[in-house]
C-alpha cells in the first residue's frame, strides 16, 4: 500500500524559507531531521511505529530539499540557519519541549546544536550515523578541501541524478551494497522539487561546523541514542565519528548493526522501535 502523508505543514522561516513537512499520530512530540540530500522520508524510512508507541510525529523538508524552497542566497544552508529552522517549527507548531529530536548526518548535527544551545527544549535525541568531526574537518581556507563535495554539486547541477552518481564513486561502495546504495540515491534525488538548491546545500553545509569542540557534547544531559553504520557499509559516516560521540556524551548509548547485516540506520522499524524504547525507559 502507498505510504499515507499526513497533515501538511507549512510555515515560513525568519528569513522567508517556506518549509513543508507533515504531522502524524498524538502525544508527546518527536521531530524527525533528515540528512544532505535526503527528504523527510529517509529518517525512519515511512515507519509508523513511533506514533503507534504514542507520539506526534513531524517530519519537514530542510530548505532546498523535497518540497521546501530554496534559501534566499546559495550560501544560506550553514548549521546556524538549519537550527534556526527547527526552532522556527518548533515555535509554529508552540512546541516548548520535544520528547526527541531524531536526526540522520545533517539532522543529527542540527539536533545536537539545538540541543547544546537550548537543552530546555529537548528531552531526548537520536543521533544517527554523525560524520562531522572537528579533529579532522577541513579548513575551509585550503585550497581543494572540499572538491569531493564540490564534485557532487556540480554534477548534480550538470548532469542531475546520473551526474550526481558519476560524482558519487559507488565503486567505493562494497559490491554487496553497491545496487542499493545507487538505488537509494535515485530516488532520494528524484524527491526534490529544486535540486539545483540541493547543489547549493551541497558545498555549503560541509563548510559548516554545528559546534567547535567534541567535548562540549559533554554538556548534554537527556538520554542519548548514537546510531552508527559499519564503514564497509556507509564509509561517508565513519563509524569511528560515531563511537567518539557516544564517548563523550553522558547518558548516550551507541547501537551498530552487526558485521555483516544491513545497518540500522538503513531499517525504519527497528531505529524507530530503539527510540521508542529509549524514551519509555526514560519515563519510568
Given at each position: 500500500?502507498?505510504e499515507q502523508a499526513g497533515p501538511?505543514?507549512?510555515?515560513?522561516?525568519?528569513?522567508?524559507?517556506?518549509?513543508?513537512?507533515?504531522?502524524?499520530?498524538?502525544?508527546?512530540?518527536?521531530?524527525?531531521?533528515?540528512?544532505?540530500?535526503?527528504?523527510?522520508?529517509?529518517?525512519?524510512?515511512?515507519?509508523?511505529?513511533?506514533?503507534?508507541?504514542?507520539?506526534?510525529?513531524?517530519?519537514?523538508?530542510?530548505?532546498?530539499?523535497?518540497?521546501?524552497?530554496?534559501?534566499?542566497?546559495?550560501?544560506?544552508?550553514?548549521?546556524?540557519?538549519?537550527?534556526?529552522?527547527?526552532?522556527?517549527?518548533?515555535?509554529?507548531?508552540?512546541?516548548?519541549?520535544?520528547?526527541?529530536?531524531?536526526?540522520?548526518?545533517?539532522?543529527?548535527?542540527?539536533?545536537?546544536?539545538?540541543?547544546?544551545?537550548?537543552?530546555?527544549?529537548?528531552?531526548?535525541?537520536?543521533?544517527?550515523?554523525?560524520?562531522?568531526?572537528?579533529?579532522?574537518?577541513?579548513?575551509?581556507?585550503?585550497?581543494?578541501?572540499?572538491?569531493?563535495?564540490?564534485?557532487?554539486?556540480?554534477?548534480?547541477?550538470?548532469?542531475?541524478?546520473?551526474?550526481?552518481?558519476?560524482?558519487?564513486?559507488?565503486?567505493?561502495?562494497p559490491e554487496r551494497w553497491r545496487?542499493?546504495?545507487?538505488?537509494?540515491?535515485?530516488?532520494?534525488?528524484?524527491?526534490?522539487?529544486?535540486?539545483?538548491?540541493?547543489?547549493?546545500?551541497?558545498?555549503?553545509?560541509?563548510?559548516?561546523?554545528?559546534?567547535?569542540?567534541?567535548?562540549?557534547?559533554?554538556?548534554?544531559?537527556?538520554?542519548?541514542?548514537?546510531?552508527?553504520?559499519?564503514?564497509?557499509?556507509?564509509?561517508?559516516?565513519?563509524?569511528?565519528?560515531?563511537?567518539?560521540?557516544?564517548?563523550?556524551?553522558?547518558?548516550?548509548?551507541?547501537?551498530?548493526?552487526?558485521?555483516?547485516?544491513?545497518?540500522?540506520?538503513?531499517?525504519?522499524?527497528?531505529?524507530?522501535?530503539?527510540?521508542?524504547?529509549?524514551?519509555?525507559?526514560?519515563?519510568?
Amino acid at each position: 500500500m502507498p505510504e499515507q502523508a499526513g497533515p501538511p505543514l507549512s510555515l515560513r522561516t525568519p528569513d522567508g524559507v517556506r518549509l513543508a513537512g507533515e504531522q502524524q499520530g498524538e502525544g508527546p512530540p518527536i521531530v524527525l531531521l533528515h540528512g544532505l540530500t535526503a527528504t523527510r522520508r529517509y529518517v525512519v524510512m515511512g515507519s509508523r511505529a513511533l506514533e503507534r508507541s504514542g507520539h506526534r510525529v513531524i517530519s519537514y523538508d530542510a530548505r532546498g530539499h523535497g518540497a521546501s524552497a530554496p534559501a534566499p542566497d546559495r550560501a544560506a544552508y550553514g548549521y546556524g540557519r538549519l537550527t534556526a529552522d527547527l526552532e522556527a517549527v518548533l515555535d509554529a507548531l508552540q512546541i516548548e519541549r520535544v520528547a526527541a529530536l531524531i536526526g540522520a548526518s545533517m539532522g543529527a548535527h542540527t539536533a545536537l546544536r539545538l540541543a547544546l544551545a537550548s537543552p530546555q527544549r529537548v528531552g531526548a535525541l537520536c543521533v544517527i550515523t554523525p560524520a562531522y568531526d572537528p579533529l579532522t574537518h577541513p579548513d575551509p581556507a585550503k585550497p581543494g578541501a572540499y572538491a569531493g563535495w564540490d564534485a557532487l554539486a556540480a554534477g548534480l547541477r550538470g548532469g542531475g541524478v546520473e551526474g550526481f552518481l558519476a560524482a558519487y564513486d559507488v565503486a567505493r561502495v562494497p559490491e554487496r551494497w553497491r545496487e542499493t546504495v545507487q538505488r537509494v540515491i535515485r530516488q532520494r534525488l528524484a524527491a526534490h522539487e529544486h535540486p539545483a538548491a540541493v547543489a547549493d546545500a551541497l558545498e555549503a553545509v560541509p563548510r559548516s561546523c554545528p559546534f567547535e569542540e567534541i567535548a562540549e557534547l559533554a554538556a548534554l544531559r537527556m538520554p542519548v541514542l548514537v546510531v552508527g553504520s559499519r564503514d564497509e557499509a556507509d564509509p561517508g559516516h565513519p563509524l569511528g565519528v560515531a563511537r567518539r560521540y557516544a564517548e563523550a556524551i553522558p547518558h548516550a548509548r551507541l547501537i551498530v548493526e552487526e558485521q555483516g547485516a544491513s545497518p540500522i540506520a538503513w531499517q525504519g522499524g527497528r531505529l524507530s522501535r530503539e527510540v521508542a524504547n529509549m524514551l519509555a525507559g526514560a519515563e519510568r
